[in-house]
Each structure stands twice: as structure tokens, then as C-alpha cells.
């Protein structure tokens, strides 16, 4: 009866596209599609092999992927018009060592160089995907606030029900008397990486304010930055 | 891995098909995974909401024809250790999941670790089909192993929980489609009105409620529920509020409705601490009342009295008719032989006949008069007993003579009023009180002894 009802439906969706004499072909399996783009799905990888594939437009000749992840990954490779996928090896091993956010950047260019587009995407890599993932189940544990790495920060306008119907997201991390970075997202779930290792925050204390514009609530959180180890003073 | 059932990338890994990816600011989609026959998850993503909160999100695709709807049971582990988990701490898509993206939510500070943190967190999915009943065993605490039981329809129709129907009410004629276990009635061998309460799953859908024949007030209710298949009874009442027993007919009293606990009695008032008042606070209850202390003894945070449109849906189990039995209008209101076989009324036991005239309120009668042991009369098409008579069963809404809310999930007036719903009639009654649509009020706080209810749990 399954099958029945999954052979329908396929034959339905090849109609469309078939002569009357061709609707008799075997019909395709049904796909299921993620069209979530509200969904972290979406921007989170399960295997660390990923098949990334575009549309060329009518003045592009050439394209460069640029991809870089916080742990310093930086990746670059060129295409022509005849190739329209990639399949991109994003950690080594079977399972990541780390978790990190891959900014992904798509250059459409002309033969004259002439950039025509850009695609971006970003891409999260979360240790919980593929195995155990450390939870802090206490609360007022010190560990709650302390970074050392660099992070993993995830968003979602579903963490509240009153911001499901948001339509971007904004980070701001504000180190106490220093800097301040404004985030701006234009999708409501994800992960951003914040890279503060080899970077110029420093260390200290760093207010984090997550908002979806238009939308009444907001999450804060302060974290500290310590150094490890004593500092000592040298003579 | 994620300790998970993912039979389906399993077999995309080995056979070294790669996830796909597609640029956001393209039209095309994300190619998940073609539909396997039988129910799979995939994709399984555990992660805390650090720094914001410590909700733990565990993200997963199902993968499922996309009619089908299924339970996802959940488990989670700390390395090999399984650790504990009741259900008031789990939230989102764990019941009724339709194919796609889905996300469980997990509160670990229910938990109560003692270490500080958990390294090595995983978590189990397994899709079921959603189950026909729940049992739930009064005499354990909450996590006992088979404290919560489930009975599948495949293993009733084998015939593992003894007798059980198919299609055994028409409505005007058509068969409501249902499977009905008619075992549940046996507590000699299954503790069912005693030491153990019976839940029916009841399906969301829209139905019509009301007075007229057939009902007009277009009425949806947009979550599944279980609803007690019976009246909860002396003894399960007081193997949850600590050997009480309130109730007026005490005559082999075990297995009859509780009855002179009132309203709130079974939930709490304004006067506790946090105030309870439905449907200004919500499903909150008081923790010291019957609900309070259920939801304690089970783990389960959502057992409450029903709204009155889930009383109503319940009780007419897809009929339309003025007894939930499909049948005609009886010619004869007061006395008719159709009620006589589907609940204890006025007129049938419900009052008791001395010789020379009628008496009612005689406390220590036999179980033929008075309240009937529950279950002794014909189910409903969903498997539910005594909704036409024995006890007025209470219902979570303010009372409003004449006025019924209809709509989409109901929760009756938010304005406090005097009185709060009762429905389905009594032994102290004229049939005319019990159809489907009967409607009392009834004073909160007045233990009547002809007033008991039954608990429904709603699905997330």
C-alpha cells in the first residue's frame, strides 16, 4: 500500500515533464526536499563530504569558491562554465576534531574579469552530529561562562515562540570597554563561529546580545575570556 | 555517530553517497534522502544553546511517507550511562512527527546531575507507530521500569491484551473506523480500575459539538490527547493522594467513580502558591492536589482535566448523534431502552427502588445502584466507558449557560464566572441529561456526590 502511494505520487511529479507516451516510463523515487531555510538543518553538516552545486548566470564564464573556517582553513579553487557541483571534503577524518563555521563564498566572474555575482552560504560543523556532544546540566556552573576556543554560537527565532515569525538575526558581542560587532544575519537559524583565538578581541569580558529584528525578545549571555596560566612579570 | 537508529545514512556512508549542498540564494533544494519504506531517522544533531540557555536542541530528519505520522521515543546517554530522563523534560516533535527536519527539546536541569558537566552526551531516537493506549501503573514511582506501558494496535489485534473490537459503533448507519480494546474491562487481570489508569490515544481532527442532531458548531482540535478510558475510580484516587477516600457510595467502592472531590480538589485554586485558575495560568496545577501529585508520580507534566471541547469530541467518538451510540433519537427521553445499556442513570440504578418508592443518595447500596463500577456498560466507538451518566465528569472550562466556544483549540471564557463545566450526566438523572451534549454547571469548589471526572493528557 506504501509503495503504491510512493509511485503515485512520482508519477504525478514526471508527468509534468513527459509526452503522453513517455508517462509509462518507470517513474523516479520521491525525494524529500529541504526547503526549511528556517531550519539549522539546513546550514549543518552530517558527513564531511559535501556535494555544493549552483546555477550559472548567462554572463558568467568563470567562478571562484573561497571558503574559510575559524580554524584558520582557507581554501580556494576556480571553475569554468562546464562544471556546476563540487564535492567539497571538509574535515580529514571520519569525524571533525573541532567545531567550526565555514564561510563559503561563490565569485561569478566574466573571461574579462568583470565580477557578475556572488553566492555566500555558511557552513556549520558541530561535534553533536557526529558523536557526543558536551552538555552543562548545572546551573551557575563557572564553566557556563568561560570561552577559551573559539565558539560555536547557535541562533534560532524558534528558541522563543514569539519570534517564529522573524526574518533575519543579529549578533552583537560587545567586549566590555573595547570593541563592538554588530552581526547581521539574513536567515533566522544557524550557527555563527566566533573566532577569538588569534584574533583581536583579547581577552576580558564580552557581553553577547542575540535579537531578531522586529521581534520583542532577546537573549544575552557574558562570557569571559581568561588567560591561561599565571602571568609573570619579567625584569 | 550519534548512538542513533540511522539505518539510512548508514547505507548513504557506505555506499559513499555525500551530503548535499545547495547555495541559499538559489531556488534549488536540498536533496535529503529518498523515502524508505518503513519509518527511519537520520541527521541526528545534539547540541546545548550555550551560551544562551541550557536547553539542549536535538535536531534529526525523518524520513517517512508523508501521510504517515509516527512517535518518536527518545533516550539519551552519557557515554554508556542512559541517563534519567521523564517526560516533563522533553518537548517538541516526540508525538505525532510528520516527515521532514524535526527538533526534540531537552531541559537536562530536570535531571538533576550532580556533575558539571556531561562530556559525552548522545541521543537515542527510534520512530514508533503512536500506540492505541497508555497505561500507567499507580502503584510505582515515576521511572519505575513498566511504570508507563503502551498498547499497539498491532499487538491488540494478536490478541496480547485479550478481547478487543473493530468497528463496533455506526454512525447513522456508516462504521466509525476504530479499534477498541474491550479487555480493558477485566481488572481482575489487569489491575485496569484499580491500580492502574487507562489511557485512550484520541486523534486531533474537527468535529461538530452542540445540542442539535446533528451538531453544527464547527470545533478543531489541533493536538492528540489520551483521555481515561475511565472515570478515574476510589482507588485510584487514593493511591495517588495518599489513602484518601472522599467518596460518598462506598459499597465495594474500589473500582466506582471518585466522586465528591470537587473541581478544585483535582487541580487547585487561586489561594495556592503560584495561583491556579484555568485558563488564566494555564496547565499549571497545584502540586499537592490529584493532578499535582499525578504529574509527580508519573513524570508526566501534562495530565489535566479535559477542556470541554475534548470532553465533547471524546465522548461522541466520530457519532453525531444524541447518544454516542449512532443510533436514532430515542421517542422516550426520560427512560429508553438505548441508554440502558450505555450508562448508569436515574432509571436504571441510579436511584434505588425500596419496595414502596424511589431513593436516591443511599450511600451504602450495592454496586447495582448508585454509581456502577466503571466499565459496566457499552464503550463509546473510541473505547471510552461511562460518558452517558454514572458521575458528571468535570471539564477544565468556565461555564456559560447557552454558549458553547467552538473554534480551534478551545479553552472556554477567560472571564472568572461562578461556575465551571460539567458534562455527560449522572445516576442522580433523567436520560434527557446524559446525550453527548449534556452540559452543567457546576461550583468549584462543592464535592457534590454526583461529580467525578476522568484525566486526559494532551500531546505537545
Not at chain 1, 570593541?179 to 550557527?191: H, I, L, P, Y
Not at chain 2, 482535566?305 to 447518544?323: D, F, K, N, V
Amino acid at each position: 500500500m506504501q509503495n503504491k502511494k510512493n509511485t503515485v505520487a512520482a508519477f504525478a511529479a514526471a508527468a509534468a515533464f513527459l509526452t503522453a507516451a513517455e508517462i509509462f516510463a518507470t517513474p523516479s523515487l520521491p525525494v524529500l526536499v529541504d526547503s526549511d531555510l528556517r531550519g539549522a538543518h539546513w546550514a549543518t553538516a552530517f558527513t564531511n563530504s559535501v556535494d555544493l552545486s549552483w546555477e550559472w548566470g548567462t554572463n558568467a564564464a568563470k567562478a571562484r569558491l573561497d571558503i574559510k573556517g575559524m580554524d584558520g582553513t582557507t581554501f580556494t579553487t576556480n571553475f569554468t562554465r562546464t562544471v556546476s557541483n563540487y564535492l567539497w571534503r571538509v574535515f580529514a577524518s571520519d569525524v571533525p576534531a573541532a567545531e567550526d563555521v565555514y564561510d563559503l563564498t561563490l565569485t561569478f566572474s566574466t573571461d574579462a574579469n568583470a565580477v557578475v555575482g556572488a553566492l555566500t552560504s555558511r557552513l556549520a560543523v558541530v561535534t553533536g552530529a557526529f558523536g557526543a556532544a558536551a552538555i552543562n546540566a548545572v546551573s551557575n556552573s563557572p564553566a557556563w561562562t568561560k570561552v577559551k576556543e573559539n565558539v560555536v554560537i547557535p541562533y534560532d527565532a524558534s528558541f522563543s515562540g514569539t519570534a517564529t515569525n522573524a526574518l533575519s538575526t543579529q549578533l552583537v558581542i560587545a567586549k566590555d570597554h573595547g570593541a563592538v560587532q554588530t552581526n547581521m544575519f539574513s536567515d533566522v537559524a544557524g550557527f555563527y563561529g566566533w573566532k577569538i583565538r588569534r584574533s583581536n578581541w583579547g581577552y576580558g569580558t564580552f557581553d553577547l546580545t542575540l535579537t531578531f529584528p522586529g521581534m520583542t525578545n532577546e537573549w544575552t549571555a557574558e562570557l569571559t575570556r581568561q588567560t591561561d596560566g599565571m602571568i609573570f612579570g619579567v625584569r | 555517530m550519534t548512538g542513533v537508529r540511522r539505518n539510512l545514512e548508514e547505507t548513504e556512508m557506505k555506499t559513499g553517497k555525500a551530503m548535499k549542498m545547495t547555495w541559499a540564494g538559489l531556488a534549488s533544494c536540498l536533496a535529503l534522502s529518498v523515502l524508505a519504506d518503513e519509518p527511519s531517522i537520520r541527521d541526528v544533531t545534539v547540541r546545548q544553546r550555550w551560551p544562551w540557555s541550557r536547553l539542549v536542541d536535538v535536531s534529526y530528519v525523518l524520513d517517512c511517507d508523508p501521510t504517515q505520522r509516527v512517535n518518536v521515543s527518545f533516550s539519551v546517554y552519557n557515554g554508556a550511562e542512559k541517563l534519567s530522563c521523564p517526560l516533563d523534560a522533553l518537548s517538541g516533535d516526540l508525538y505525532t512527527v510528520s516527515n521532514g527536519a524535526r527538533r526534540i527539546v531537552w531541559d537536562p536541569t530536570k535531571t538533576g546531575y550532580t556533575n558539571a558537566i556531561l562530556p559525552h552526551v548522545r541521543a537515542e531516537l527510534t520512530p514508533t507507530t503512536p500506540p492505541l493506549y497508555m497505561i500507567v501503573d499507580l502503584t510505582k514511582e515515576a521511572g519505575a521500569t513498566n511504570q508507563i506501558e503502551y498498547v499497539y494496535e498491532a499487538d491488540l489485534v494478536a490478541g496480547q491484551w485479550g478481547p478487543w473490537e473493530r468497528n463496533a459503533v455506526t454512525n447513522n448507519g456508516t462504521p466509525v473506523e476504530s479499534v477498541i480494546w474491550t479487555g480493558v474491562t477485566n481488572d481482575a487481570l489487569y489491575k485496569t480500575k484499580t491500580e492502574k489508569l487507562v489511557l485512550r490515544r484520541i486523534p486531533a481532527g474537527t468535529f461538530a459539538m452542540g445540542t442539535a442532531v446533528p451538531p453544527t458548531l464547527s470545533t478543531t482540535l489541533t493536538k492528540d490527547f489520551y483521555a481515561g478510558v475511565f472515570e478515574v475510580t476510589q482507588k485510584q484516587w487514593a493511591l495517588v493522594m495518599g489513602n484518601s477516600y472522599p467518596s460518598f457510595y462506598s459499597t465495594t467502592r474500589e473500582a466506582r467513580p471518585v466522586e465528591r472531590v470537587s473541581y478544585l480538589d483535582i487541580r487547585g485554586s487561586t489561594n495556592n502558591v503560584p495561583p491556579v485558575n484555568w485558563p488564566s495560568t494555564g496547565a499549571r496545577v497545584s502540586s499537592t492536589n490529584f493532578l499535582g501529585r499525578l504529574r509527580s508520580l508519573t513524570g508526566i507534566g501534562d495530565f489535566d482535566l479535559p477542556t470541554e471541547a475534548q470532553w465533547e469530541y471524546a465522548c461522541r467518538a466520530g457519532t453525531t448523534t444524541y447518544y454516542n451510540d449512532g443510533k436514532g433519537t430515542p421517542g422516550v427521553l426520560t427512560s429508553n431502552a438505548q441508554i440502558n445499556v450505555l450508562g448508569r442513570y436515574k432509571w436504571n440504578g441510579g436511584y434505588y427502588w425500596t419496595g414502596t418508592g424511589w431513593l436516591s443518595g443511599y450511600a451504602t447500596i450495592g454496586p447495582a445502584n448508585g454509581t456502577a463500577i466503571v466499565g459496566s456498560y457499552l464503550p463509546n466507538a473510541w473505547g471510552l466507558y461511562d460518558t452517558h451518566g454514572n458521575v458528571w465528569e468535570w471539564c477544565l472550562d468556565w461555564f456559560i449557560d447557552n454558549a458553547l466556544p467552538g473554534g480551534i483549540d478551545p479553552v472556554g471564557y477567560s472571564a472568572v464566572m461562578a461556575n465551571r463545566v460539567r458534562r455527560g450526566g449522572s445516576l442522580e438523572h433523567d436520560a434527557t441529561y446524559c446525550p453527548s451534549s449534556s452540559r452543567f454547571a457546576g461550583t468549584p469548589h462543592e464535592p457534590y456526590w454526583f461529580i467525578g471526572f476522568r484525566v486526559v493528557r494532551t500531546l505537545p
